[in-house]
């Protein structure tokens, strides 16, 4: 045989077989849909209320001076306070949480252990002891979290923006925002399938932008309460925001501002488009995870040499990169994206804003949007192929992407 034609046909292999590379990098043994996480969402943004007869001081002293030896507390560096825990109050106390999967459980259960409690879910019936914290998970509303007060002792609920709102204005107690006790934590994030980004990279190109700019004009009218774009929110957030029918306008718009202002919203770490900070919140969270028993599988388990090198995996800030710098080609036709979200979540408010405000659709993008009731029944739609683009919490993209060994190798 000639032995140009030799040459040809070994560079056919080869090209066939790293197409078949970049298939398997797809999907698991399993035919499991592989993920990755494209950008940020918010940070910050949930809080802790009490039941109408509990007092916050019991709980939690806001404090500038030293604590005593042997305090529990957090030092909030922004603030320049110590929050001091009150453990013996916090002990045999009966607390909501929106899910298992949830930031808020995750913040929760790690409050109990710097307590030195055990975190126990709590069961109709059980005596309650005072070396345990317990738990009622899969409560997503204020108004289901006062349906179940009914049936269980809850004093207490950690939940996440506007429901935490809400709950003041039904004369609940503030205990304490995330914000306070967690600065700057990882809330919301961004993830798509790895057969979409293999795809459709420049179409998610043009939705992180799209999204990073209703991102800065939503941060930009949060500091001009007179502009217009800060009437478009309210009126958006008005709409599109879960909130109880017992509360007034008033007090729903209202629950909405405070909870705009108590949301940090982003699309990446930086202008720049970097995830590194991400990564990192990334690789801790499922080390965390990992170790309380809510992950199957280690980052060796899936292959990797440390949560790090997963989490290097599993983040991919190219796309964001790309986007911000214009590396994009516009679209000269229509696209459509099916995006899964979390119903009714200011957290994810800036997606609806640059949806309602036509800012996709100048882009030439149509954009479908399939609520959902929390973060695991997002991933659901996104592992499933019926969603391109998902908005959910860190912990559920973490947690159920590793326990379905659906994180992939870095690419080339």
């Known amino acids: 045989m000639d032995k140009k034609i030799i040459a040809i046909v070994i560079v056919a292999i080869i090209a066939i077989a790293g197409i078949a590379v970049v298939v398997m990098s797809m999907n698991n043994s399993d035919g499991q849909a592989k993920m990755s996480v494209v950008g940020r969402v918010n940070s910050e943004g949930s809080g802790i209320i009490l039941a109408q ?31 001091v825990f009150n453990v013996e109050t916090w002990g045999g106390k009966v607390f909501a949480t929106p899910g298992l999967a949830t930031i808020q459980h995750v913040q929760l259960m790690q409050l109990a252990t710097m307590m030195g409690l055990k975190f126990v879910s709590y069961t109709d019936g059980m005596t309650t002891q005072s070396d345990t914290l317990y738990h009622v998970a899969g409560v997503p509303s204020f108004a289901e979290f006062q349906n179940k007060q009914a049936s269980a002792p809850l004093v207490g609920y950690i939940i996440w923006e506007a429901q935490f709102s809400v709950g003041l204005q039904a004369d609940y107690v503030p205990l304490a925002l995330t914000n306070d006790l967690f600065e700057g934590h990882t809330c919301c994030i961004i993830g798509a399938s790895n057969k979409y980004l293999f795809n459709e990279a420049n179409t998610l190109e043009v939705f992180l932008n799209v999204y990073s700019k209703a991102v800065d004009r939503i941060n930009a009218a949060l500091l001009d ?68 028993g809510q992950i199957e599988n280690s980052a060796k388990d899936l292959g990797f040499s440390s949560y790090d090198a997963m989490a290097k995996a599993f983040v991919d800030e190219r796309y964001m990169k790309e986007a911000l710098t214009d590396m994009f080609e516009p679209l000269t036709s229509k696209k459509t994206i099916n995006v899964a979200a979390i119903s009714g979540d200011i957290h994810q408010i800036a997606l609806w804003f640059a ?45 159920k992407s590793m326990n379905a060994q659906a994180i992939g190798v870095p690419n080339a």
């Open 225 to 292: 309460p007179e502009s217009d774009d800060y009437a478009e929110l309210i009126r958006i957030a008005k709409n599109r925001v879960s909130m109880p029918d017992s509360l007034t306008d008033e007090q729903k718009e209202n629950a909405i501002i405070s909870a705009l202002y108590n949301v940090t919203y982003l699309y990446a770490d930086n202008a720049a488009g970097s995830l590194s900070s991400l990564e990192g919140d990334i690789a801790d969270l499922a080390e965390s995870l990992y170790n309380a």
């Open 355 to 399: 949806k309602d405000t036509s800012m996709f659709e100048d882009a030439n993008l149509n954009i479908n949007v399939y609520p959902q009731g929390n973060g695991p029944s997002v991933w659901g739609l996104l592992s499933n192929g019926e969603a391109d683009i998902a908005f959910l919490g860190a912990p559920p993209m973490t947690i």
């Open 53 to 83: 007869d509990q007092v916050a001081e019991d709980y939690i002293t806001v404090q500038s001076t030293v604590p005593g030896f042997g305090a529990t507390y957090i030092y909030n560096t922004e603030e320049e306070l110590y929050y």
